[in-house]
């Protein structure tokens, strides 16, 4: 298989200034210093043409940052991205407009990333007439071959979003990410928002997708079940940074790192009943003023010194089987 | 367990009722006829999809229903007393003591501009007749129960102050403290994170055990009942299609909604499989047909599906509205 995104050292900070009291306070010898936010620290994976892989993490791990800079919505303050053997972007603006089209993005509200004052028709014929996909004239007969694609019929062309239910909508949002015909689509949460039997129904429909138009997918997802049933490799991140990584067979019949284990452990699932719910204790710690060493140290079970000191590395464990623990060696 | 539930008399029994909202657009039937009830210290389920009236329900038996809503009909009768018939001032009594409620969006609950020892502390001077000093002691014992480490010092702060996580116990710290025989947890977990939502199901679990208090669960989510809950109650458009043991319902669903529902959860199936999804979407509760509900999505759904079938039920307190229910030979 062909690598069809490749991303190395990729970071992103983001720096809250002083405000001009904090500025004043510092002449007189105070000492405030910028915040920093490390959202996402050094990352290194690669996709495979035709792959779906899976970015799991809490909240606050950094894993929509990632997508915002794979989708050019955000410039990385150092890395690279390389999609089909080309840079995105070079000092802040794109290489390739194909290359940006080719990489589209599905959100995870389907309330607020659709504007309520367009029709259906516009929302997915807006992007395709711009770039020149299709002329005006064509256009509703082109809108409404994505919309089928998305499993809605014409009768939608002319509504709003406020007249759809969440599901349609969500259809809606993948409808406007097909039409401008990309290769590599980013799903950020995209089922988060939907109740269960029509989650079901958008995780078949990205399944059904990937077979007729051989897309590729970043599926990023919280849902670890969700993530189980669609995805071939997973991505663990916690707090900015790639704790393991491994195909999917690997992270839920052999997890390595602590966290990864944690995760699976506190998975709710239906043959689990009257269950103890055992617990990793405290909470995500804040990016802004992360832990030393291992981020994830203060809440492992099976923390060690040396986890308070270095940070490990992203190594081999097996084939295939990538995990940033010290407890490996 | 079975016959320990069996024999205690329900603290809630609810009783055919009926919760509509008058609007411009026409009758939206939110609670439609439903009848259930919650034994001491029984963990139970409510579970359905978004629109099918489940949060309403919960609002229902607390009488806070807004307007244009109204209980139009049927009895909520908790620990004998209706609380159709009370005044303000009993209701008052009742709730946030022997009653209370847990909310979906932590902030619901508490007052931006309050510190939370106020608001805790203000909601043990209503309900018990203490000094304030014992008052705060209990605070920080509830602070400790939900796992917030030096409580002490924290009663000082201000909700802004706390994570989500943080909060949600805070809310669950008030809803505990009186220490009611029931509580009504709207979707409390499902805005946190995994790890945090196993905390926070891990507290009320064991506090509830604890302090025997019943638990009604609030959640779209089957795989957190499965967990969670003792028996379960599945709504959809309005009206309780089953309602059983979770084991029973889990296992051995009868109503083609239960079944399609647990088909859903992607965890229940094999990696890369497709999902057997439940066709089409949830109807609007605006002008609901008078039969089953359900009918336009149902694989079974025939004529006289265009009835209202009407409950049965089978083995121990498992119950369903279906005409053609699964595994029952007519």
């Known amino acids: 298989m062909k690598s069809l995104l490749s991303v190395s050292g990729l970071s992103k900070n983001f720096v809250k200034e002083l405000d001009s009291f904090q500025r004043v306070a510092n002449l007189f010898g105070e000492s405030t210093k910028k915040e920093t936010v490390y959202a996402v620290d050094d990352i290194s994976f690669d996709v495979m043409t035709g792959e779906v892989v899976g970015l799991v ?3 606050g791990c950094g894993k929509s940052t990632v997508a915002r800079m794979i989708s050019g919505i955000l410039e990385p303050t150092s890395g690279e991205i390389i999609f089909k053997g080309e840079r995105i972007s070079l000092n802040g603006s794109p290489v390739k407009k194909e290359h940006l089209l080719s990489i589209q993005m599905v959100f995870q509200n389907p309330f607020s990333s659709l504007n309520p004052r367009l029709k259906v028709v516009d929302i997915v014929g807006e992007a395709p007439v711009h770039h020149g996909l299709v002329n005006r004239k064509n256009r509703d007969d082109y809108v409404k071959n994505f919309l089928t694609l998305a499993g809605l019929d014409e009768q939608f062309l002319n509504r709003y979003p406020h007249q759809l239910s969440g599901g349609q909508r969500q259809r809606t949002g993948i409808a406007r990410a097909l039409a401008v015909n990309p290769d590599f689509l980013i799903c950020d949460e995209a089922i988060a928002a939907l109740d269960v039997s029509i989650q079901a129904q958008i995780i078949n429909l990205f399944k059904d997708l990937r077979d007729k138009l051989e897309l590729t997918y970043l599926f990023i997802s919280h849902d670890l079940s969700a993530v189980e049933n669609i995805s071939d490799r997973v991505i663990i991140m916690y707090l900015g940074r790639i704790v393991e990584v491994a195909t999917t067979e690997q992270i839920f019949g052999s997890p390595n790192h602590p966290y990864t284990r944690a995760l699976l452990e506190e998975i709710p699932r239906l043959d689990r009943r009257k269950r103890k719910f055992s617990v990793i204790k405290g909470e995500v710690p804040s990016p802004i003023n992360p832990p030393s060493g291992c981020h994830f140290h203060p809440r492992c079970p099976y923390a060690i010194k040396r986890c308070k000191i270095e940070v490990p590395k992203l190594e081999n464990i097996a084939n295939g089987h990538q995990s940033a623990c010290h407890l490996n060696i | 367990m079975k016959s320990n ?6 603290i809630l029994k609810v009783t055919n009722l009926k919760t509509y909202f008058d609007t411009r657009e026409g009758l939206v039937k939110a609670v439609d006829g439903v009848s259930f009830e919650i034994r001491p210290g029984e963990i139970v389920g409510l579970v359905g999809e978004s629109g099918s009236g489940k949060s309403v329900l919960g609002f229902s038996v607390l009488g806070l229903v807004d307007h244009p809503g109204k209980v139009v009909g049927g009895s909520v009768s908790f620990k004998g007393t209706n ?7 009993e209701l008052r009594m009742i709730r946030g003591g022997r009653l209370s409620m847990i909310f979906q969006d932590p902030m619901m609950t508490l007052n931006p501009v309050l510190r939370i020892d106020t608001q805790i502390i203000e909601t043990v001077l209503a309900h018990q007749n203490v000094s304030r ?7 920080i014992d509830v602070l400790r129960q939900v796992g917030i480490s030096s409580a002490e010092t924290r009663l000082k702060s201000y909700p802004h102050e706390f994570s989500g996580g943080m909060r949600q116990r805070i809310a669950i710290a008030i809803a505990l403290i009186n220490k009611p025989d029931l509580i009504i947890a709207d979707e409390p977990t499902t805005a946190l994170d995994v790890t945090i939502q196993a905390q926070v199901l891990a507290e009320i679990q064991k506090l509830c055990t604890m302090n025997g208090t019943a638990l009604i669960w609030i959640t779209h989510d089957l795989a957190t009942i499965a967990g969670l809950a003792d028996r379960v109650i599945v709504q959809y458009a309005g009206r309780v299609v089953e309602q059983g043991l979770v084991d029973d319902v889990l296992d051995n669903p009868r109503h083609p909604y239960t079944k399609g529902l647990l088909d859903s959860v992607p965890g229940n199936q094999g990696r890369n499989e497709r999902l057997r999804q439940i066709p089409g979407t ?9 039969g089953c509900a359900f009918m336009e999505r149902c694989g079974n759904a025939q004529e006289v599906c265009r009835t209202l079938p009407s409950v049965t039920s089978s083995n121990f307190m498992h119950e369903y509205r279906c005409h053609f229910p699964i595994g029952v030979s007519n």
């Not at chain 2, 949830?282 to 008078?290: I, K, V, Y």
């Open chain 2, 282 to 290: 949830a109807p609007s509760l605006l002008n609901l047909p008078d």
């Open chain 2, 83 to 89: 609380l159709a018939d009370a005044t303000d001032a």
């Open chain 1, 57 to 59: 993490g809490e909240s």
């Open chain 2, 5 to 10: 539930f069996e024999s205690s008399t329900p």
């Open chain 2, 133 to 139: 000093k014992d008052a705060r002691n209990m605070a």
